[in-house]
C-alpha cells in the first residue's frame, strides 16, 4: 500500500499554510490564534494517522484546545496511547511537517517522514478527537477529519469535551480487555468511575454544605453537570460561569488562571461566595483547579497547586500507613522551582520531595520513579501516578485487621478516583473533597497546614532569552557568567530569601521569581533582581521600567 498522493494533494490544497505564520509544538501542543491553524489541523491529522500506524493501530488521541488562553486562541495537541502526551521527538516531526509553506514540499517531506521513521503505511489507524467550546471548534475538527480520512484512519468523535475525559478515553480504548483495564471507554464510564470511588469514600460522613466551582465558561460547565448528575447524595454543588455559547466569556475574569494570576475572587462570585464556603475554579478545558475562600471579615484566602499537593500527599501517606504497607510503597512528591517553599518546607518533614525543571512531561516522568508519585503545578495541574507493582500490591493485598481493611478499601477508591493520565480539575476536585470531608476540614483548616511565604513573579522583556541558561532544575543561572553570584548577593540580605531566574519557552521573556519573609521585602527583591537581569540583557535603559530597583 503506498500513500494516496493525489488525494492528499487536492485535500491540502483546501486547507493551505498562511505566510509568515511559524508554528511550534511544545508542552501544549500548537497553539495560537484559532484562525490562523486550519492548515495545522490538517496536517495534524495527517500525522496523528501515522503516529497510530506507527503504533500498531493502537489509538491516538487530538484534542483541540486552547485550555486557559482567550477565546480567540485555539490550539492541538496529540496524546499517546496510555493517555500520556506524545512522544518528545514527535513534537519536533509535527513541527516541521506544520511549517511546510506549500502543499509540494509537506507531501516531499511527509514521505521522508514515513522513510526515515520506518512507517508501515499498511498497518491500521485509529483515532479518537474531541473539542472544546470555542467558536472556532468546529472548522478545525472539519480540517482534522480531512487529514485523517486522506490516511484511511479510523477516526471516532467524542465530541465537545474536556482534556482529561478525552486523555480517559485514549488509555481505556487501549487498555479494553487487558489486565491494566482502565475503565469503559465512553464519558459516561468516566462519569461512573469517578462518582463511584467518590460516593464510597464519603459513605458514612457528615453531608457537607454546597461546593461553589466557577467553571471558567468553558467546557467544563457541561463535565460538572453531567459529574454532578451522579453525586447527588454526596457533594451538593453549585455551579457558576456556565455561560459556554456567550461570545467573550471563556476565560474572561473567571477561571483557575485568572485567579492565581490576580489572587482574587472572580468579579461573577462577589455576591455568590459565603464567608467560609468553599470554592473552586477550572480552567477552559478543565485540566487545572485552584480553590479558594473567603474568611469571616470576607477575605480572599487562595489554595493553588502547593496547597493541594501538601493536602492529597499527607492523606496519601497517612492511609498507606494505616494499612501497613509503608515498608513496601514509597510514596514521593515532584514540584518545580515555582513551588512556595513553605511547601517544600513542610513536605520535606514528611516524604521524600524532587524538584524538576518546569513542564508537565517533566514532572509526571520524575512521579513515575516512585511507587506512588504526587505532582501539582502552583497553577493547579496535576495529578498522582501509581506504578502497575503499587496498584497490584494495593488491589491484591489481604490486611491482618479490619481497623487496615477499612484503609486499605479507601486507599483502593483514591486510586479509582484520581484520573492518572494527566491533570484533571474534576477528579482532583473529588479526591480533595473526600479528603476534606474524611479530615473533617474547611478551607481555614486546610490553609493553616503551612502559612504560603509571600510571592512574585515578575516578567522581564530581553532582546534575546537563549543567552540565560539554567541548571539545578532551574533554579540557577549558569550564563550570562557572573550574574548568579550577583544575585545571590541580594538574595542573602533578605529573611527567608530566595530567587530565580529563567529564560520562558514560547517568548522573548525572562521569569524572575522572588520570596521573603515580608511582602515588602519580596516585592523589593523580585525588581532588584529584575533590574539586575534587565541591565545584564543588554535592556535598552530609556525603556528601563521605573519599578526595577
Known sequence: ???????????????????????????????TLGKVLDSVLFRV???????????????????????????????????????EMLESSWESHATVLANKPTTDEFISTLQDFIKT???????????????????????LVAALEDGLKVIGAEGRSAGVTTTPILHYLVRTINTKGTKESYGVDTEEGYYTKLSSAFNKLVVGRPPRPPLVIDCANGVGALAALNLSRYLVNSLPVELENTAIDTPGALNNSCGADFVKVNQKLPPSLTNVLQPSQRACSLDGDADRLIYFYLDERRQFHMLDGDKITTLVAS??????????????????????????????????????????????????????????????EANGHGTVVFSQPAQDLIFSYQPPTPTQSTALEHLQNVLSVINQTVGDA??????????????????????????????????????????FKTEDAERRLVSPGGLQAK??????????????????????????YAEAASRSQTDELAFRVAGLVYDEAGGDQSQRPKEFL
Not at 487536492?10 to 511544545?26: A, E, T, V
Not at 513573579?457 to 532569552?465: A, E, F, Q, T
Not at 538574595?491 to 531566574?501: I, L
Request: hydrophobic share 35%; glycine share 8%; charged share 25%.
Open 487 to 512: 544575585i545571590d548577593e541580594l538574595v542573602n540580605k533578605y529573611t527567608g530569601g530566595r530567587s530565580f531566574v529563567r529564560p520562558s519557552g514560547t517568548e522573548d521573556v525572562v521569569r524572575v
Open 117 to 139: 521513521t520506518n512507517i508501515d503505511i499498511s498497518k491500521p489507524a485509529r483515532v479518537v478527537y474531541a473539542r472544546d467550546t470555542r467558536p472556532s471548534g468546529p472548522a
Open 315 to 376: 492523606f496519601i501517606v497517612e492511609l498507606v500507613k494505616a494499612v501497613g504497607l509503608d515498608g513496601r510503597l514509597k510514596v514521593g512528591v515532584v514540584q518545580t522551582a515555582y513551588a512556595n517553599g513553605n511547601s517544600t518546607k513542610y513536605l520535606s518533614e514528611r516524604l521524600p520531595v524532587k524538584c524538576v525543571p518546569t513542564g508537565v512531561k517533566h514532572l509526571h516522568h520524575a512521579a513515575e520513579q516512585y511507587d506512588i508519585g504526587v505532582y501539582f
Open 426 to 467: 474534576l477528579s482532583d476536585m473529588l479526591l480533595v473533597e473526600a479528603v476534606l470531608a474524611h479530615k473533617s476540614y474547611g478551607g481555614t483548616e486546610w490553609d493553616s497546614l503551612y502559612t504560603d511565604l509571600p510571592s512574585r513573579l515578575v516578567k522581564v522583556v530581553v532582546p534575546d532569552r537563549n543567552i
Open 45 to 83: 491529522g495527517v500525522l496523528a494517522a501515522l503516529r497510530s500506524k506507527k503504533l500498531d493501530g493502537r489509538t491516538i488521541g487530538v484534542m483541540v484546545t486552547a485550555s486557559h488562553n482567550p477565546e480567540p486562541d485555539n490550539g492541538v495537541k496529540l496524546v499517546d496511547p496510555r493517555g
Open 1 to 31: 500500500m503506498s500513500l494516496p498522493i493525489d488525494d492528499i494533494r487536492r485535500l491540502s490544497d483546501l486547507h493551505p499554510k498562511p505566510q509568515g505564520i511559524n508554528y511550534q509544538y511544545g508542552t501544549a501542543g500548537f497553539r
